[in-house]
């Protein structure tokens, strides 16, 4: 009723007449009545001016979507109690009592060796650089030991796992990658850090790694050759009397997906596991994963082999072309001449440059012989052709004749002191060369003869051939392709 019908009803009961209170009381029920009527119609209007006619029902949600842009950020203490993350790692740091142990003391710190166990499963083999000599590999480095600060009771013994936030809280194995030179852990979308934790304190670490390392290649035998790479796990800080690491299964503990190279062929995926010594620190257990890579050598044979004995064939053209065709000869020996040059510049480019002599060069450099030898081969034809045109010159002088009817007899010289305007050319057919040449044999001596049915001496056979060049020709033809033919065998025979 408020205040004005509370003082009407005591000035009507303290002042007024027993007959004027019946009158005040209703007076009271009229006003009650007027206030009653008021509020019916102002209650419309109040629905339609409050926008949020459930602000105090569904005062969370309002908070939720409103709260941050009205209250500057601050949420309401209801909203808090609901959030259960922040408790939730409260509860799990309390469960396996991380702030009651000091972590970075390794487990069971004074007394015998930790034992951890390695297990890991190769993803791929990313890339292998002959230049850099190093090799890329992506794999999954999963580490197995025991901390009983961690242990923590549980009725259905199920284990519980976390990611690399709870990871930095607690011990773990420093295990690094020797002779690596680049390394990381892939953190897409969130780092790829698993742990496990089980009832007993055993602990599972898992990492994505991608890693490159060096292997130390040897290309005496390239590209026939077999390379003999490892990637080698050891701890950092902890000794052999601190920490023991073993292969968890044996050579189970490492699984590979299957993987494809362009340039090799996987022969074998082996764990090993070794000591290394260090001079200051002492002796450290070491595991190592060892593959072996044979090349493949189809590639190698389109790129490299197969042009290289085109050339060499091809260079061998020269010998059924006529001797004196000097352009001919010389061009097609230059031309393969070159070609060998671009083929060893382009296979040395894609090589590291190493001091010693590779399968391949031994194999370029023999063919690229053969080629300049080709060159030489019509370099000597050509001279020792010469000099026996200048001999058969002075022995047609000698014989009396004059020197253009000496070129008119043999239809090759070509020498420029000769006059050719003295002798009538017309005159001269084919019988009189052939007679001519004819009529010179008798002058030869009769002792010659029973010399060419004996045995000649080398230098005999040697001055023959010059004073014959045309078979150093037909010698070619048949000692030049023997001679590459036999190469190839010793030469496949020793590196395939």
């Keep these: 009723m408020g205040w004005p019908g509370t003082i009407l ?127 890329t590999m992506t794999l999954y480095l999963r580490h197995y030991w025991k901390d009983e600060r961690l242990a923590f009771p549980s009725s259905n013994n199920l284990s519980r796992t976390f990611d690399g936030r709870l990871v930095k809280k607690i011990w773990k194995p420093d295990v690094f990658f020797v002779h690596s030179k680049r390394s990381f852990i892939h953190d897409t979308t969130m780092e790829n850090i698993m742990l496990r934790v089980y009832p007993d304190g055993n602990i599972l670490y898992s990492v994505r790694i991608t890693v490159t390392s060096l292997c130390s290649m040897d290309f005496s035998r390239f590209p026939l050759d077999t390379q003999n790479c490892s990637l080698e796990l050891e701890s950092y800080a902890y000794a052999e009397n601190d920490l023991m690491l073993y292969w968890k299964n044996g050579d189970d503990s490492l699984r590979t997906d299957e993987i494809a190279l362009s340039q090799f062929f996987i022969e074998e995926f082996h764990p090993s596991h070794g000591l290394a010594l260090y001079s200051s620190t002492g002796w450290y257990n070491r595991l190592y994963i060892n593959f072996i890579l044979r090349r493949h050598i189809f590639f190698f044979m389109l790129q490299t082999y197969f042009p290289t004995m085109l050339m060499v064939v091809l260079s061998w053209v020269s010998f059924w072309i006529d001797r004196r065709a000097v352009p001919a000869r010389v061009s097609l020996g230059i031309t393969t001449v070159l070609t060998m040059s671009t083929i060893i510049t382009g296979v040395s480019a894609s090589m590291p440059q190493v001091s010693y002599v590779k399968a391949v060069d031994i194999y370029l450099w023999t063919s690229f012989l053969f080629v300049f030898l080709s060159v030489i081969e019509y370099a000597a034809v050509n001279y020792f052709t010469t000099q026996e045109e200048m001999k058969k010159l002075e022995q047609l002088k000698l014989s009396g004749y004059d020197a253009s009817q000496a070129m008119a007899f043999d239809g090759c010289f070509h020498d420029q002191d000769i006059e050719l305007s003295a002798f009538p050319l017309s005159d001269l057919n084919t019988d009189t060369c052939m007679s001519s040449q004819n009529s010179t044999t008798p002058d030869l001596p009769s002792v010659l003869g029973t010399r060419l049915r004996r045995r000649r001496s080398i230098r005999q056979s040697v001055n023959h051939i010059m004073s014959n060049s045309y078979k150093i020709d037909s010698y070619s033809r048949i000692f030049f392709p023997l001679a590459y033919f036999l190469f190839n065998i010793i030469y496949w025979s020793i590196y395939s």
């Design 9 to 135: 009803s005591w000035v009507c009961g303290r002042f007024l007449y027993p007959s004027n209170r019946r009158r005040c009381l209703d007076m009271k029920l009229v006003l009650l009545t007027l206030r009653l009527l008021c509020l019916a119609c102002l209650w419309p209007v109040t629905l339609l001016n409050n926008p949020y006619p459930n602000r105090k029902k569904n005062k969370d949600v309002y908070l939720a979507e409103h709260g941050k842009n009205r209250f500057r950020g601050r949420i309401d203490y209801k909203l808090k109690k609901k959030d259960s993350t922040k408790s939730l790692l409260i509860k799990t740091e309390q469960l396996l009592r991380i702030e009651d142990h000091d972590f970075a003391m390794r487990p069971g710190f004074g007394g015998s060796a930790i034992p951890v166990g390695i297990d890991v499963q190769v993803e791929s083999i990313d890339s292998i650089s002959e230049v850099n000599m190093d090799f």
